[in-house]
């Protein structure tokens, strides 16, 4: 099962940029890479996805180096609406996937004014 | 947009009392997820259904069981709630299309076993 690590913590202010890297050494061929984002009392939302190289959408970028063992996500000028927690997942999509997506405890974002 | 909905946002129950947790999807998603959330350990998932009438077993089934009769609905059952049942429950379903499988999770329901 591939494993994630990602830093507990992180802290930054508004109208930065800031990238959460998460690493995943034991990335199989078919996995992809996921990230969801947490408000307090609320289900994880979905922000991006991705394959290898470079993903990047109306919310986040998400960078893939060729050997796939990590990956970052990239927030750009974040607001304070942007506190929350950040989940990377590794999975393999398909019927029998699940048993294969792991959470982990994901990145607690904060930002101040 | 896809809505998950979960029967209840907070429940408190007695230990011993069995416990129905219902998640009702709209977007005719074929795999259902159960997980709890305990702070310092992430999400951790209970069990899943990839059809109606199927069900596997995630990483911390002891204690639990779920059915699933409709392809909308995927209930989670405490057969008798024990304390350490107290936690955030969160229902989720997902669809697979071009090789990516995105989960869509509902709001949760944090039980309190007494």
């Known amino acids: 099962l591939a494993k994630t690590t990602q830093p507990i913590s992180m802290d930054s202010y508004e109208g930065q940029e800031v990238n959460i890297t998460c690493s995943h050494n034991n990335i199989a061929t078919n996995d992809y890479i996921t990230w969801y984002q947490q408000f307090p009392s609320q289900g994880p939302r979905f922000i991006i996805q991705?394959?290898?190289t470079k993903v990047t959408n109306e919310v986040a970028s998400l960078f893939i180096p060729a050997d796939r063992k990590s990956s970052t996500l990239s927030l750009p000028r974040v607001s304070l609406s942007d506190t929350a927690v950040y989940y990377c997942l590794v999975g393999d999509p398909g019927y029998s996937s699940a048993s294969k997506i792991i959470f982990g405890s994901g990145t607690r974002l904060s930002i101040r004014p | 947009d896809v809505k998950v909905t979960q029967s209840s946002r907070y429940l408190v129950k007695r230990t011993g009392e069995k416990v129905f947790l219902e998640c009702v999807q709209d977007m005719d998603h074929e795999n259902m997820f159960w997980y709890r959330q305990d702070p310092g350990l992430g999400l951790r998932l209970i069990y899943f259904s990839y059809d109606v009438k199927m069900k596997e077993k995630g990483d911390i089934p002891e204690g639990y069981s779920v059915s699933r009769e409709k392809k909308e609905r995927f209930s989670l059952i405490l057969e008798s709630a024990s304390t350490n049942q107290t936690s955030m429950y969160l229902c989720?379903?997902?669809?697979?299309?071009?090789?990516?499988?995105?989960?869509?999770f509902g709001p949760g329901t944090r039980l309190l076993v007494l």
């Open positions: 991705g394959y290898k």
């Open positions: 989720a379903s997902s669809l697979v299309r071009g090789g990516q499988e995105t989960q869509y």
